[in-house]
């Protein structure tokens, strides 16, 4: 009788145990389940998203989150959408976690950064997030997660309709430097032009580049441009580095025309121009002695129009001088003196012997 009960028992509880499997493998078996059961969510956030410009930069937050753990790695799959660039450029999520209600929760974020390349209105797709997470029967669960779509628009600002091209983000900064003094070039000397763009929340290929010009008598080779991206924290940066190597092969005058350059400030939401000087080179010791004869006549042209304008005060003085003092003169008696002048002049003026050396007689005819 005992040994009856005892096999009842235990075919009771291995009953128990068979039926207990499939239901605890039935409470969570895949990623769509806990997200039915509201146990697993995705959400996304667009920043900014409003007053955007062509070339700025998007921020798409993803938020994922669960009561349970993340038992593996996620994947972000990205989609791609016709003149947007989207990147993931962190390869880690941020974690952390919080509490609701009477349970904590664990979340993952992930950041990809969003560039539209022109004017219209766009909708990012749901964004696949392949996932890993530790079910309540104790078993890891995978599958896909899909974030909700995100639609905004791109427009161009009146400041910028007449504008080709631009750099939107919140610093830009460009910068220029010769390898060596431009002062006494000659024929067969070379020197280098190094030009730097800088800008915050931009990608090293979405710099603009300077052209490096083309002179008869002054051969240039530019260099490849060097690209480089950082992100520190969170923070973007890009620097553009163009190297431009200048031979002078003829004497002469040459210029490097000005650049410009616009930049539209995320920040301030205002277009600004950043320009760089334009920059004369002089090849030659005869090009540069005109330049010092130039000079020289310059500087004598000014001596010049200070003795002028000297003589030109001198005269002025003696004028009024006379004007003050000759009315105060008696005026018969400087007639009188004009007079005697002029008869002085007249008799100075007859011939010293007379026409006809014997008046009256025939000898000298």
């Known amino acids: 009788m005992i040994a009856v009960r005892l096999w009842l028992s235990a075919m009771t509880a291995l009953s128990l145990i068979v039926l207990a499997g499939p239901v605890a493998q039935a409470a969570a078996t895949s990623i769509a ?110 599958g896909t997660l899909a974030s909700p779509p995100v639609s905004f628009s791109v427009a161009v600002p009146p400041a910028l309709a007449e504008v080709q091209q631009w750099v939107a983000a919140p610093d830009f900064s460009v910068s220029q430097q010769f390898d060596r003094s431009l002062d006494g070039l000659q024929v067969g000397d070379a020197f280098e032009r190094t030009i730097v763009f800088q800008a915050s929340d931009v990608m090293a290929m979405m710099l603009p580049s300077a052209p490096p010009g083309e002179f008869n008598g002054l051969a240039s080779y530019p260099s490849p441009p060097v690209l480089e991206n950082t992100n520190n924290r969170g923070q973007a940066s890009a620097s553009r580095t163009e190297r431009v190597s200048y031979v002078a092969e003829a004497e002469g005058r040459y210029q490097l025309p000005a650049l410009d350059f616009y930049w539209w400030d995320t920040t301030a939401g205002e277009l600004q121009l950043i320009s760089l000087p334009p920059q004369e080179i002089v090849v030659g010791t005869g090009i540069a002695t005109t330049a010092s004869t130039d000079s020289a006549l310059q500087a004598v042209s000014k001596r010049q129009l200070l003795l002028g304008a000297g003589s030109l005060i001198l005269l002025l003085g003696l004028l009024w001088l006379g004007w003050r003092y000759l009315p105060r003169l008696p005026l018969a008696r400087l007639t009188g003196t004009l007079q005697r002048l002029r008869e002085k002049v007249r008799e100075l003026r007859k011939p010293a012997l007379p026409r006809h050396l014997n008046p009256g007689g025939n000898a000298g005819e």
Do not use: C, H, M
């Open 33 to 142: 389940d806990l997200q039915a059961a509201g146990r697993l969510e995705i959400s996304a956030r667009l920043s900014p998203d409003e007053d955007i410009v062509p070339g700025q930069k998007l921020t798409l937050n993803l938020k994922i989150a669960t009561d349970r753990w993340f038992s593996g790695g996620t994947r972000i799959v990205l989609p791609e959408v016709p003149g947007l660039v989207i990147l993931q450029t962190e390869q880690f999520a941020s974690n952390a976690s919080e509490r609701r209600g009477e349970q904590n929760w664990v979340i993952q974020r992930w950041t990809l950064d969003i560039y539209p390349q022109r004017a219209g209105d766009f909708t990012i797709p749901t964004i696949a997030s392949q996932v890993q997470v530790n079910a309540a029967a104790g078993d890891d669960v995978s």
